[in-house]
């Protein structure tokens, strides 16, 4: 996905930034959200019964790995995280999903390098699916972007090695963060995508980053209302990024 121009005015410059300081809050709370070794495929699971559609085929197995913004930091329900509510999401589509929410705030990429062969290791059996989001605490920390860049080098070699499809939920930063600095981590996500043929979704927050209300009062998190937009503004991506059953690719 192409990025979009960051001629934008200054306050949602400064909102934009308040958004990617995602361990503000998120390391020093880390306990208050799920951890990788807690989280099962229960997470956000929801009844048939209230399903707008019956779910069909063989179930899908996904990982969501992240930050804060995937733990659901702040959320008085965690029915109300980004996770949770895409499971929902593709379920009521018909999807048989089920995710997995490995969401820790405060997570860089370099923890989340840590912690990506115990996540996979848990498992019962491989994840079908794997969505990686992070690098939002990597621009709060200063990390240069080649240090990211081989961090997220590291974790897709993991992946493609263990033949599990990725998609890649990018970051961008901010303008006062100067325009070799922005330019050089904008282009990473595109670039690894690429370099991995996994899919990507360019800055997956743009829907929602100018508008204040869909925040917590930090202006950090989303809000229940916020995830619900940001689930509605991916859901198509994701939906079209996951493997096909054996059944649809016989079929098409």
Request: charged share 30%; no cysteine; glycine share 4%.
């Given at each position: 996905m192409p990025i979009n121009s960051l001629s934008k005015t200054v306050s949602a410059a400064v909102c934009f930034a308040a958004v990617l300081a995602l361990s503000a809050c998120g390391a020093e709370n880390a306990d208050d959200a799920p951890s990788s070794a807690r989280a099962g495929p229960e997470t956000g699971a929801i009844a048939d019964s209230e399903l707008a559609i019956p779910v069909m085929g063989e179930q899908i197995d996904i990982i969501a790995f992240g930050d804060s913004l995937f733990a659901g930091y702040g959320l008085e329900d965690m029915a109300d995280s980004y996770p949770s509510k895409l499971e929902a999401a593709?379920?009521?589509?018909?999807?048989?999903a089920a995710i997995v929410n490995a969401g820790v705030s405060g997570d860089t990429s370099a923890a989340g390098l840590s912690r990506l062969a115990f996540t996979l290791d848990a498992q019962e059996q491989t994840p079908d699916f794997f969505i990686l989001e992070l690098g939002g605490n990597d621009l709060l920390r200063g990390l240069s972007p080649e240090e990211t860049r081989a961090?997220?080098?590291?974790?897709?070699?993991?992946?493609?090695?263990?033949?599990i499809p990725v998609l890649l939920m990018g970051m961008r930063a901010p303008p006062n963060y100067g325009p070799e600095y922005q330019a050089e981590f904008d282009a990473l996500y595109g670039e690894l995508a690429a370099e991995f043929d996994t899919a990507l979704i360019g800055f997956w927050m743009e829907d929602i980053y100018e508008d204040a209300s869909l925040f917590q009062s930090d202006r950090i998190h989303p809000t229940a209302e916020g995830i619900e937009a940001l689930v509605a503004s991916t859901l198509d991506e994701v939906a079209a990024a996951l493997p096909q059953s054996d059944e649809a690719d016989a079929e098409s």
């Open positions: 593709l379920r009521a589509r018909g999807i048989n961090n997220f080098s590291a974790m897709l070699t993991i992946l493609r090695d263990r033949d």
